[in-house]
């Protein structure tokens, strides 16, 4: 009989702790709903071992999860905003001087000589080219953002990779009179990577450098084994980058020396190769000073 009752309290006293979690759970949930899931609900979390009290832990856990996540996509969505807003600036700037020019030529058409015409023509592809290059790497990096599947991998030869690529810039730093030069381990076993990713990575990183340094400097990319993987160093003799950006370079348009948005490229290049080594759980670091050159 005892022992019975003792059963019956036992299952009472749950039952009462459940409804009381449940109706606590409730209001909780409503309030959390009408903070916009910003306010972390209140739930107590006890160290008790029964299916209850691991419920409320997995609840109260769930609950943080939501938090975070409903953060990170706001912060996510403050970031698109001012990237599509400095974006409608880069656009509009190269399409307006482009419509300038294509209706100078209509209007002026009979006026303008040979050699105008093809100036007039020429400033129009500059700027035409220009609202390509912005639009095409909008669209690689919202691709990216928006990849679901990881990388595309298989196995191939880094070092080859990576001299097809300083072949392929050669003649750009010939005529721009920087040495390119490819450096370090051109006997390592195969890497694991998306190769159409990898090689967009050292396109703009090479391409990016290019534009930094001056006649006379020289760019080494340098291959380097490690235990768990490779390393790949990318520096030149240039005039450097400020300590206080290098901690933005990386950001979408951000570009250093006052240029912001000002040059031939989009600003989005190293944001490009930041998001594409992500993919493949890969960093990147950047040092730097001043008269000295930059390593990435």
Known sequence: MNRHLTFAGIMLNLFVRFRL???????????FRQSEFKILPEFSVSDGKDELSQLERN??????????QFEHISEQDVKRRDLFASLSHDLRTPLAALHGYLETLEIKADSLD??????YTKQAMKFSHRLKALIDE?????????????????????PELVQDIVLQFEGAAQFKGVSLQMEGDTSMPLVHADIALIQRVFENLIGNTLRHVQ???????????????????????????AKEALSKIFDPLYQVNNTHRSGEHSGLGL??????????????????????????
Do not use: Y
Request: hydrophobic share 45%; no cysteine.
């Open 21 to 31: 979690f449940i109706d606590f759970f409730l209001k909780q949930v409503v309030t």
């Open 59 to 68: 609840v109260a856990e769930m609950a943080k999860q939501t938090v975070q």
């Open 114 to 119: 040979e050699a105008q015409r093809a100036e």
């Open 138 to 158: 909008l669209f690689e990096m919202a691709k990216l953002d928006t990849l679901d599947d990881a990388p595309n991998k298989e196995a191939f030869s880094l």
């Open 215 to 241: 006649k006379g400097d020289t760019i080494v990319v340098q291959l380097n084994k490690q235990d768990d993987g490779v390393e790949i160093q990318v520096r030149d003799t240039g005039g450097g980058i």
């Open 271 to 296: 944001a490009i190769v930041k998001r594409i080594l992500e993919l493949h759980q890969s960093n990147i670091q950047v040092n730097s000073s001043l008269g000295k050159g930059t390593m990435f």
